[in-house]
């Protein structure tokens, strides 16, 4: 009759596992090759779904037959739930991939379970001793075993071999709970082990692998029943050596190599055995001999006094471990030195010694007080029933310390620097307090312990307890911040701070000036939320909205405004901030976003950002546009494996092409320019990714053999004269480079087979009064000239926008240098606007741009609204504390040649502007034909006269025909007379001025 059971969990598992497989396979439930894997292809890890239904139904039929006595019910129940529990926390992990938190958990819940239903060995007297003891052996050898679940056929071999000597040792003892249910679990391993060997066709997985470790625990547990027998319990240890030994092998390895104790490695002893020759059928055929060899020693050591069974034990456990050590399990020689371990146990004992030590007497003290609340002196029926429940506290006290402790550790309370905890600090004592007292509280509800402590004890202790750890961990902040010690020490006056903004950043800068800096002094917060107004944040007020800044500033003596709102950059009342800020005689500061510049380092060093706590306010910070957002995979479909030219990369705009294009993948980048010294400082930035090209694209020859050599498939034309003031005196050099230099490189990318050439252009075109505009504008031209021949199947398209910041020839750094330099700001006229874009989002949208140009396009970008250049050398003599007219003066100096008042997009009368799928990018819609045959007479003609030396004519014809079609336009230059080829006018009208820094291109 007691061979039934173990047949039927044979048949089970040896039937179930095919299917366990198959359903594996159907819900992707896969263990994967990787470099801890011995398989080379996908195999199904459902496997112990069969082990456990078969093992769980054999069980039960075990009990419904009678088999067991009524004594042994509440146990194997316990046994059973405890391993489901262990058993699901395996699946979700195969499943999901849960945390070894999570995971850990789980098994913890699970052992509550087995210990509340009585699986505790009663060979240690003590119930607490015996419960801590338990827990740690049902939740060790569960993933021991599971660490044996990495070569075919170990970790069920080797369990069913465990099980046969626990159902000896149960036999012997006559306990028929413990060797019934070991013959079952056995039966179970032996149907399932021939499809995971000699070559595994299915894994148990975790859910397998935890669950036979769980039961092969309690069985041993449960074995040892005869209190003071020693020697069974010995014995049952003997038994379970082979998993203990290598999990205890493996955790000192890393621990002295100072790994994670949870990471995966392919030192464990069956690996080694394979390794080492054997071949991995019989590095498991030699690890089943000595699992067989453990067994049949324990038996012989259950009959032993405890003197010789402890002597053999421990001679066996160290022949384990000295067989590990020769064959490498601590190590290669030199990995895990003695040195080192020592140097690992002593961080140990510094991290975790003094912190368990506290932890310990916190809880003791927590729940000898709950009990003494509960049980008041001055009851008399009281005073018989304290002692009682001081006398089973206390032998239940070990389990509770030690569930603690456990928890306290696997929720990192002893690995956290706790001087600068937070929330996240807080839920960690809160979870674990939680997790804790839950833990006891089904030990204690379940009928197999007895109640020893009664449950409001257990509640009250466990309150007092998470109080406690909070105590201890905050005890520090809380200190200094009562001594007010934790602010360094300075010899300056600390600069009184007005914060604008009281959300997250606002309040943590707060802080920070509170506690980590003597520099600052803050006074309160400005915040537009009414809800704030009143309200303290680290015991600072909530002083009003943005509109109180100059008056709080006079008030309270304020020295530096800090701007920290969240998402500051993009308020969409950015400039009215600042402008109230700079109304103030108070310095201004801006809080960055250090996350968004972790992401985008690169982005940060071309911008100025850095992680230091504050940064003045930038002139991008006062455009009040809204952050773009590109089309990353749109751009990425363009560039990625192309080899891409970029002329005139030395530039700032050409420069910036080249970084960006760099991160869609490109086959290679050609950064072509005149400028060597330029082409040097950029390759040392981008290092081996940027082929460098010296040349001019005036010369076609060159032109000819750097497309002929290179084959680019896509082009960025970005080498431009630029700057307007000269090119009026050089109106030659102007139309050479932007129109004849345009047209070489076109010329050249159609013999030579390029995909697509984008020329970027400029809001000078727009009814150009400038050399510069009248020469960017036939260059818009010769483009969409080249697109209406076809272009031998090329896509030619414009790229318009204004201008950019940083760039060179940008206004913007004469300021900054001039205000530097005490003064005067040269502003040319009072009413003088333009538009503003910075660099990194011009090139992100052009090269968006480029991925729209179907031929001919002229696309401009949105430049947001018109900046006045007065108002902006105001901002930013402000910006840099100074007051305009008493420490800095402005001096208007009067429009330079070629320059206008206001700039335009596009001209109303002859372009319209259309949508793209970016909302910042509009294509032009002109209602004008294009001759290109007599466009490029008439160029033809220009270069002639530019030949013989007639720049004055070749002058004139370039501005008659690029106006030709704004006749009667609101933006026409009336009177307009071309420039003439000379310094001497410029150099008259201009005042002397201190010389600013001058740019390469």
């Known amino acids: 009759m007691w ?26 439930l896969l263990d994967r090759p990787n470099e801890l894997s011995i398989h080379d292809r996908p195999v199904p890890r459902s496997g112990g779904l069969a082990l456990l239904v078969a093992f769980a139904a054999a069980a039960l039929a075990t009990w419904k037959a009678g088999l067991l006595s009524e004594a042994e019910a509440l146990p194997t129940l316990g046994l059973l739930l405890g391993a489901g529990v262990v058993a699901a926390a395996g699946l979700l992990d195969d499943l999901r991939h849960i945390s070894p938190l999570h995971k850990f958990l789980w098994e913890l819940i699970g052992a509550a379970v087995a210990i509340g239903l009585g699986v505790r060995p009663a060979t240690i007297a003590n119930p607490g001793l015996a419960s801590a003891f338990t827990l740690v052996l049902l939740v060790g050898v569960a993933n021991a075993v599971n660490l044996l679940d990495g070569m075919n056929g170990m970790a069920a071999g080797a369990a069913a071999i465990a099980a046969l000597g626990l159902a000896g040792l149960g036999r012997m003892a006559g306990q028929p709970s413990v060797w ?55 014995a049952a240890l003997l038994v379970l050596a082979l998993p203990l030994t290598d999990t205890a092998l493996a955790m ?46 324990a038996l012989g050591v259950a009959r032993l006094p405890l003197v010789p069974a402890t002597a053999v034990t421990a001679l066996a456990f160290a022949a384990l471990i000295a067989l590990a050590g020769r064959l490498g399990a601590l190590g290669s020689r030199g990995s895990v030195t003695v040195a080192r371990f020592r140097q690992a146990a002593r961080h140990l004992v510094q991290r975790y010694g003094l912190a368990c030590v506290g932890d310990g007497l916190i809880v003791a003290a ?32 070990p389990f509770i310390l030690f569930l603690y402790l456990l928890v306290n550790a696997f929720f990192g309370l002893y690995s956290r620097v706790w001087r600068y905890a937070s929330v996240q600090e807080a839920l960690a004592i809160t979870g674990s307090g939680l997790l804790s007292t839950g833990g006891v509280l089904i030990a204690e509800l379940l009928p197999g312990v007895g ?17 406690g750890f909070a105590a201890s961990r905050y005890r520090f902040r809380v200190l200094t911040r009562l001594l007010g010690s934790d602010r360094p020490r300075s010899a300056e006056k600390p600069s009184r701070t007005l914060i604008v903004g009281a959300g997250e950043a606002g309040q943590l800068l707060a802080w920070q000036m509170l506690h980590q800096s003597n520099a600052y002094q803050p006074v309160g917060f400005v915040d537009d939320d009414p809800d704030t107004w009143g309200l303290r944040l680290h015991g600072l007020k909530v002083l009003g909205d943005r509109h109180r800044i100059p008056e709080l500033v006079r008030a309270l003596g304020v020295d530096l405004v800090v701007i920290a709102e969240d998402d500051g950059h993009r308020h969409p009342a950015r400039d009215e901030l600042v402008d109230l800020c700079l109304a103030s005689e108070a310095r201004v500061r801006l809080l960055p976003d250090v996350l968004e510049s972790l992401v985008d380092d690169r982005a940060a060093v071309r911008s100025g950002s850095s992680l230091s706590p504050l940064r003045e306010v930038r002139i991008e910070d006062l455009l009040g546009r809204a952050p773009v957002i590109v089309d990353r995979e749109a751009c990425a479909a363009v560039l990625r494996g192309q080899v891409v ?100 490189l076109i010329a050249a990318a159609e013999r030579h087979g390029a995909a697509r050439v984008i020329v970027i252009s400029t809001d000078k075109a727009v009814c150009p009064c400038s050399a510069l505009g009248v020469s960017k504008r036939l260059g818009e ?46 502003v040319t006229e009072p009413g003088m606007t333009r538009y503003f874009m910075s660099i990194h989002e011009a090139v992100a949208l052009v090269i968006e741009a480029s991925a729209y140009a179907q031929g001919g396009e002229v696309f401009v970008l949105d430049m947001g609204e018109p900046v006045s250049v007065d108002q902006l050398a105001r901002r930013m003599i402000r ?112 005042p002397p001025q201190p010389s600013p820094p001058a740019g390469r291109e």
């Open 879 to 990: 910006l840099r504390g100074l007051r305009v007219g008493q420490d800095i003066e402005i001096r208007y100096i009067g429009a330079r040649p070629g320059e206008k008042l206001t700039e335009k997009l596009w001209c109303e009368r002859h372009e319209q502007p259309g949508p793209t799928p970016h909302p910042a990018i509009f294509c032009l819609h002109r209602n004008h034909h294009l001759d290109g045959d007599a466009l490029a007479a008439e160029i033809g003609q220009m270069q002639a006269l530019l030949d013989q030396g007639r720049e004055a004519e070749m002058c004139t014809r370039m501005y008659e025909l690029a106006l030709a079609p704004c006749q009667g336009c609101a933006g026409y230059p009336v009177g307009l007379t071309p420039p003439q080829p000379s310094l001497a006018a410029e150099r008259q009208r201009t």
């Open 451 to 467: 109640r020893p402590v009664p449950l409001s004890v257990v509640v009250v202790g466990g309150v007092l307890s998470l109080m």
């Open 180 to 234: 019934l249910l070991a013959l079952v679990l056995a039966g179970a391993c032996l149907g399932y082990l021939p499809h995971n060997f000699p070559r595994a066709r299915i894994f148990m997985g975790d859910s397998g692998s935890l669950f036979l470790g769980f039961v092969l625990a309690g069985l041993a547990v449960r074995q040892a029943r005869t209190p003071g027998d020693w020697s069974s319990l010995l």
């Open 645 to 744: 030219l970029v002329t005139g990369a030395a530039g700032s705009i050409g420069s910036e092409l080249c970084r960006q294009v760099l991160e869609y993948g490109p086959a290679r980048v050609l950064a072509l320019d005149q400028n060597e010294t330029g082409l040097y400082d950029l390759a040392l930035e981008l290092g081996a990714a940027l082929e460098i090209i010296v040349a001019d694209i005036r010369d076609a020859h060159r032109m000819e053999r750097v497309f002929d050599q290179h084959r680019p498939g896509i082009v960025y034309h970005a080498a431009a004269y630029k700057h307007v003031p000269i090119l009026e005196q050089h109106p030659g050099e102007a139309f050479a480079t932007n129109v004849l230099g345009t047209l070489s």
């Open 366 to 397: 927590s729940f000898y007080l709950a009990l003494f609340l509960r049980f008041s002196p001055d009851i008399p029926q009281h005073t018989v029933e304290l002692p009682r429940y001081l006398a089973s506290l206390t032998e239940t006290l």
């Open 252 to 297: 000192a390895r890393r621990f002295g190599r100072f790994q994670d104790l949870f990471s995966g490695d392919r030192e464990h002893l069956y690996d080694l055995l394979s390794q080492k020759g054997l071949g991995d059928l019989r590095a498991v055929l030699v690890m089943y001999a000595l699992g067989g060899a453990a067994g049949g020693l």
């Open 3 to 28: 061979m039934v059971p173990p047949l039927l969990a044979w048949l089970i598992a040896g039937v179930g596992t095919p299917l366990a497989g198959a359903l594996g396979r159907r819900v992707g």
């Open 781 to 826: 031209w010769v483009v969409e000239a080249a697109a209406q021949q076809g272009g031998n199947g090329a896509v030619f398209a414009s790229v318009r926008f204004g201008n950019v910041l940083g760039s060179r020839g940008s206004v913007l750094p004469t300021f900054l240098w001039q205000i530097e330099h005490g003064g005067p700001v040269t």
